[in-house]
């Protein structure tokens, strides 16, 4: 029979004696004495193993913000360097108790969940360089695309300096095409949170479903106004009329006004009807000017409302959304125009609201359109031409007024002379309506007809040689009146 194989002579016997000749003395040391240092494997602790250190883990102490550049430098790793020093714990306790012979190759690739092929791997490595292969070797090695500290510094300096209202999307995109510096968007907005100079966003509110975008164009407008400093906190807050298209987006028509109301609103869907057509839908709130609430949570019922005779009399048909989140397509664009505009308008040096108007409409709402209007899903277009259709009258408000015996209108405290014409010898007590205009010119209409037309400025137009005009058509089902007697 052959003799007892040598045990000094057995690669693996030896190296088991090796380890437990290091382990020895450790293990008789407390815990919480032993040194942190000893995980990252350097040339002091290099051979050691560090299953016997124990870091708590899980702590709820968070770091505070970052006042200033320099404190970031350095600490953007501080996880990603813990991560690794527990790793090297977990794998240097497994193999430990495999040198023993308390743990199988096979039962520790179960417990570090490894592979066949990494396990055998980093068997042949601990044979072949001892524990010093447990430790990872991109610990202290610089990535070739790691963002330098200079960048980082000139990111939180412009953040600080010029770009402090700026929404992080906002910034990023300025960061970009302003100062050339390439980075992403998500490593912008990690940096800007890490430091404190940004916000992170709440948590979302509770599921709902989306509602599909209408396939053409002129399908469904959106309209909604929103209160803001657009100026400034030292100028008046006033109302920013938004207009947009349901199937790509696009904005339609914008305008700063003191308070939205009948008229804003009117004026607001006349420029979207003179520049694009008619449209099919309209999507707005429940606001008193919209139509009238009687009951809260209740139908909206139109009646004599202004806004909702002119869209009956041009086959328009309104939506009155229920909550913020059936409009969410507007609340969105809003919510992106709040942080983009205000800080846009301050970089302009606009401090007029006529000005503001100006660079809202020539410049703001053209980049808007071009970077966030989406291709509809069909090329064609909804939207009719207003062809035959006087759009001042369409847009016009109508008042029900009582002719006096002297042939004058009172109105709101004005008073209308009505002239005399060849069509009726007296007005007095007759039903007559009130056409006001937009942009401030009265008629009296009596009828078809129109008996008197006064200027913004309250003067009385010239007539027909002292007879009245026939009424034009105020909509697309409107007929034309009969010729004049």
Not at 37 to 46: C, H, I, P, V, Y
Not at 188 to 205: F, I
Not at 351 to 357: H, P, Y
Request: proline residues 5%; contains cysteine; glycine residues 8%.
């Amino acid at each position: 029979m052959p003799g007892k194989p040598n045990i000094t002579r057995c690669p693996m016997r030896r190296l088991r004696l090796l380890i437990s000749a290091m382990v020895e003395p450790r293990r008789r040391e407390k815990r919480d004495r032993i040194p942190v240092s000893g995980l990252r494997g350097n040339a002091e602790t290099k051979g050691c193993v560090a299953s016997t250190v124990h870091v708590r883990v899980g702590s709820t102490h968070r770091c505070p913000p970052l006042a200033g550049s320099g404190l970031v430098l350095g600490m953007a790793n501080t996880n990603a360097r813990s991560c690794r020093e527990m790793r090297d714990m977990r794998v240097s306790d497994v193999v430990q108790k495999v040198v023993l012979g308390q743990m199988t190759w096979e039962q520790a690739k179960q417990v570090l969940g490894y592979t066949d092929r990494h396990i055998r791997r980093l068997r042949r490595r601990f044979e072949d360089e001892g524990i010093a292969c447990i430790a990872d070797r991109r610990a202290g090695r610089v990535m070739p695309k790691k963002v330098s500290d200079e960048t980082k510094q000139m990111v939180t300096q412009l953040r600080k300096d010029l770009y402090f209202d700026f929404n992080i999307k906002h910034f990023h995109e300025v960061v970009k095409e302003k100062h050339g510096i390439e980075l992403s968007y998500s490593y912008v907005k990690g940096l800007l949170q890490l430091v404190g100079l940004a916000e992170r966003a709440k948590a979302k509110g509770k599921h709902r479903r989306k509602r599909e975008r209408r396939p053409m164009r002129g399908m469904m407008v959106h309209m909604d106004a929103s209160r803001h400093a657009w100026l400034g906190s030292d100028m008046e807050m006033r109302d920013l009329i938004w207009v947009l298209d349901d199937a790509d987006g696009r904005v339609l028509a914008g305008r700063f006004v003191e308070e939205e109301d009948t008229r804003t609103c009117l004026a607001a869907l006349m420029a979207v009807v003179t520049q694009n057509g008619l449209f099919s839908e309209l999507y707005v709130d429940r606001g008193s000017h919209f139509g009238r609430t009687a009951v809260a949570g209740g139908p909206t019922v139109e009646g004599n409302v202004q806004f909702a005779r002119v869209c009956r009399q041009l086959n328009i048909r309104v939506i009155y959304a229920r909550s913020p989140q059936a409009r969410g397509r507007s609340e969105r664009s809003f919510s992106t125009v709040q942080g983009r505009l205000p800080q846009a308008l301050r970089a302009a040096g606009i401090r007029s609201w006529d000005k503001a108007n100006e660079y809202l409409t020539r410049v703001f709402i053209p980049e808007f359109n071009e970077k966030f209007a989406v291709v509809p899903t069909s090329p064609d277009s909804a939207f009719i031409d207003p062809q035959g259709i006087n759009i001042d009258r369409a847009f016009a408000l109508e008042h029900e007024v009582c002719v006096g015996n002297d042939n004058c209108v009172r109105w709101r405290q004005h008073r209308w002379q009505i002239p005399r014409n060849d069509m009726r010898h007296s007005y007095a007590r007759c039903r007559a309506t009130l056409v006001e205009f937009l942009d401030g010119r009265v008629d009296i209409e009596y009828g078809q007809w129109i008996i008197a037309r006064f200027g913004p400025d309250g003067c009385t137009s010239t007539s027909n040689g002292g007879r009245s005009a026939p009424l034009e058509p105020a909509g697309p089902k409107a007929l034309r009146p009969a010729q004049a007697r």
